[in-house]
């Protein structure tokens, strides 16, 4: 293999959403291009940006209770916002959908591997009327053509009987299950988390601002070393965290600097607060400024990570949590993901012939690890980890980059090594490569392939030739990634000698005793100049590869021509027990087989 072997590929996409990629769209119009997505930002402000007196002020302690919600008094929008973050905060993984053009039945969905959880919320409040109750069956009907798991609507209302019937009757038209959450539901579940709560309706953003301030001024004490500073930091953070409904905190300091980091509380919290970033930036038109200036641009784009110096930086203004933000006009600016975006997804890289026949293929997990507004990065390794897939997607340009590297220094498996040193083979001209989904769903293509190979032909003959050693000695354990010119020699014979070959080779002079109990017609035979000689060794044929040795048959089978060296003219000449000394008859060649 060629190690660290770095290539790109441009490939052109077939009719491309983006979809089917695992990509979401992030924002509704380019106007967002200062949003920063499933990320934290970190601003260092100057020595001046930011002068203040800390006070030594007491730390408020909060009572965890809210009074009963008035849900009549909610409008639709604010239902909708509160129901929606309770149930991030009880599942995580659901989403919000945005309903401006339709929201097909579901307000919330949660997608499982068993089918799509549905979640529809309406802020009715009284009775059920007659209009209301078409409401909810239209948004069922529309809920229907997702083929949902579950349904559920969630009401603050508890069900009469004359209620209870009708919906009732709604399960009976249709083939899945649907359920609803009421008003008892409702209030239980507020008041375990009162947060939520009392971030809306109390005002208590107010509040998050107001301990943000104090946690800020702690950070200067922090930074000068002041022994109780951390004390109360850490405090300040501990009460942000529970009651901020959308994101938590973490305060870290060296002794020269301290900094807060700022994580979703639930998948989706920076689509529900998203954080905002306006920055006035000022490049030179030189190589560095130049360079600069495409970082920033790619990291707008496919949010990628990016550290602007504070001599490239004019201004910024930072919309953050808890009013950690503000405007700065010193400093540096540092924008990187804080995870994975998406959980990995199984994509099938395969090489395909000019015949459009499939020559080789191997299954990579990618996980999107940044998103922006043109389109996202999904990288992931195969399965030996030494193939690395960098995948860039350009939405706008429906353009589809794939980077590969290879890093030749890992040892493997060998049946693992087996497909992708096929696949490595095969990536070269004038084979193409085909990206497909994990059902076989042809994303985009590359034609033809003007990289590589990355693998040497004679690699992949030894990399499967291990494969069926181990597999015939049962013994598993990794190789490589380099043989020595023995070891090379007894993978080739041993794995010939598996596939039931004749291993021809030459033999040397072989000195032997006659049996006793040897039969006079043999030992007759004996006498002649081109005599069959078949012979069979008593132990384990073996493979010796990195130390160890690899038992592949019960033993091995010789057949030679020879003669014996200075033989009598007959036996009478020779009393039984004399050794022997067998030369090469008219040839030296040999024969060898595998006894299994």
């Known amino acids: 293999m060629n190690n660290g072997t770095c290539s790109t590929l441009q490939v052109g996409i077939l009719p491309f959403t983006g979809a089917n990629m695992g990509l979401r769209r992030v924002g509704r119009n380019t106007s967002e291009c200062h949003r920063v997505r499933k990320g934290w930002v970190q601003a ?81 409040s009284g009775r059920l009327t007659a209009g209301r109750r078409r409401q909810v069956e239209r948004s069922l009907t529309r809920a229907a ?91 300040l953070v501990q009460q942000l965290n529970q009651i901020d409904p959308y994101y938590r905190f973490e305060i870290t300091t060296d002794g020269a600097r301290s900094s807060v980091r ?19 930036m000022l490049f030179p038109n030189d190589d560095e400024g130049r360079a600069a200036a495409e970082a920033v641009r790619r990291s707008i784009d496919f949010g990628t990570p990016v550290t602007v110096p504070a001599q490239y930086l004019q201004k910024i203004t930072l919309d953050m949590p808890a009013g950690l933000g503000g405007t700065f006009r010193e400093g540096t600016l540092e924008v990187r993901p804080s995870g994975p975006v998406t959980d990995p997804r199984t994509f099938i890289f395969a090489c395909v012939g000019p015949g459009e026949s499939t020559m080789a293929e191997i299954p990579i997990d990618l996980t999107m690890t940044s998103q922006g507004i043109r389109g996202a990065i999904l990288q992931g390794k195969d399965v030996t980890g030494i193939l690395t897939m960098k995948a860039t997607i350009d939405v706008p340009g429906r353009n589809l980059t794939i980077g590969l590297s290879v890093d030749a220094s890992i040892p ?14 095969a990536l070269a001209g004038p084979n193409s490569l085909s990206i497909r989904s994990s ?6 293509s590359c034609r033809p392939v003007e990289i590589g190979p990355f693998i040497e032909p004679r690699m992949l003959t030894v990399v499967e ?45 072989i000195a032997f005793t006659l049996n006793n109990d040897a039969p006079q017609l043999q030992r007759q035979a004996l006498l002649g100049d081109d005599v069959p000689f078949c012979l ?36 009478t000449e020779a009393p039984i027990g004399t050794r022997l000394v067998m030369v090469p008859g008219s040839t030296n060649k040999a024969f060898i087989t595998l006894v299994t």
Request: include cysteine.
């Open 262 to 280: 700022i994580m979703p509380q639930y998948r989706g919290a920076e689509r529900d607060r998203p954080i905002g970033v306006q920055a006035q």
């Open 412 to 425: 493997y498996y060998p049946h693992e090594m087996r497909p992708l040193a096929r696949f490595l083979a």
């Open 439 to 444: 059902e076989g769903e042809e994303i985009g």
């Open 145 to 235: 053509r997702l083929d949902p798991l579950r349904w559920t609507l969630l009401v603050p209302i508890d069900f009469t009987d004359g209620e209870i019937k009708w919906f009732t009757r709604l399960q009976a038209k249709t083939a899945f299950p649907v359920e609803r959450k009421g008003l008892t539901w409702l209030d239980g579940q507020f008041a375990q988390r009162w947060f939520i709560a009392r971030y809306f309706l109390d005002h208590l953003s107010d509040e998050i601002v107001r301990l943000a301030t104090v946690l800020d001024q702690e950070r200067a004490v922090l930074a000068r070393g002041a022994p109780d500073a951390i004390q109360r930091a850490e405090l």
């Open 536 to 571: 069979e060794s008593r132990e384990p044929y073996q493979v010796h590869v990195g130390g160890l040795s690899y038992p592949v048959g019960k033993s091995v089978r010789t057949e030679l021509l020879g003669r014996i060296q200075d033989a009598p003219s007959t036996w």
């Open 44 to 124: 260092h402000p100057g020595p001046r940006a930011r002068a203040c007196k800390v006070p030594h002020a007491a730390v408020a302690v909060y009572a965890r209770s809210v009074a009963r919600i008035e849900w009549a008094t909610i409008s639709a929008g604010l239902y909708e916002d509160m129901v929606a973050v309770l149930l991030s905060h009880l599942h995580p993984e659901s989403v919000r959908i945005d309903g401006s053009g339709g929201d097909g039945g579901r307000d919330v969905q949660i997608e499982t591997p068993e089918g799509l959880l549905a979640f529809e919320l309406k802020s009715f």
């Open 465 to 509: 030739a291990l494969a069926l050693i181990q597999w015939a000695s049962g013994m598993t354990r990794r190789v490589g990634p380099d043989f020595t010119r023995e070891e090379l020699k007894s993978i080739g014979i041993g794995a010939a000698l598996l596939r039931g070959e004749r291993i021809e080779a030459t033999w040397e002079p």
